[in-house]
């Protein structure tokens, strides 16, 4: 039997101030993303995208040593600037083939509504914030060098470094559980078919980048040949 998603009777949106949608967000996000929905409210869109981009680019940075190339002011510029810009293409790019995708599943939802759930379900990812600027005031550019584990000494030092790195993953593996959620109310799909939609979307990313690597590694064989 195919699962359907099994849309309540339509009712106007209980209201929401700023702090119950960040709140609630937490504990009931399909309220949240019904409210946000029904008022278009991008208020903290732009906000929340930047700080995407920054975190995603100040881990990028951690895993390719950039503080053995560059003086800690740099690499933060680096990840203030460019994270920023990227968060933004990123998160527009995904939302639009989330939307796109959808359709095969029969969802609803156009890309400015996918991209408010991307950025509102990341909230809890954003909180890693939290964790990463007392790392970086603490541990400095040793943080984004080679020999990173060297510079984690002594009990709080190690709690810091590896407690922050599982909060990290946490709020991320929580950021991923309310966007399926947002997902599923704003497509209308059921959670299942959701998740199926967050696959898809990827797949469109990675299926065209390693169709292309094949084929260069398939021109480089020939080449060699």
């Known amino acids: 039997m195919n699962e359907v998603y099994n849309e309540p009777m339509k009712t106007p949106s209980q209201e929401m101030t700023e702090d119950d949608i960040f709140k609630k967000l937490w504990t009931s996000p399909r309220a949240v993303f019904s409210y946000l929905e029904d008022k278009k409210y991008n208020k903290y869109v732009p906000v929340i995208l930047m700080f995407i981009g920054i975190i995603r680019a100040i881990n990028k940075a951690v895993e390719k040593d950039l503080g053995d190339k560059l003086p800690l002011i740099a690499v933060l510029a680096v990840c203030v600037f460019a994270g920023g810009i990227l968060g933004w293409i990123t998160v527009y790019l995904y939302g639009a083939l989330v939307a796109w995708t959808g359709k095969l599943l029969k969802g609803v939802a156009d890309t400015s ?20 600027v007392p790392q970086i005031a603490i541990f400095g550019n040793d943080m984004f060098k080679d020999n990173g584990s060297e510079f984690v000494d002594g009990f709080f030092a190690n709690l810091l470094f590896y407690g922050g790195a599982a909060i990290e993953v946490v709020l991320g593996v929580w950021s991923t559980i309310i966007i399926v959620i947002g997902i599923s109310e704003v497509q209308k799909l059921s959670i299942s078919k959701a998740i199926l939609n967050v696959l898809l979307a990827a797949l469109a990313i990675i299926v065209p980048f390693m169709t292309i690597a094949l084929v260069f590694e398939l021109v480089n064989l020939v080449a060699v040949l």
């Open 113 to 132: 509504s996918l991209v408010r759930v991307l950025a509102y379900g990341m909230v809890p990812a954003v909180c890693t914030l939290f964790v990463i």
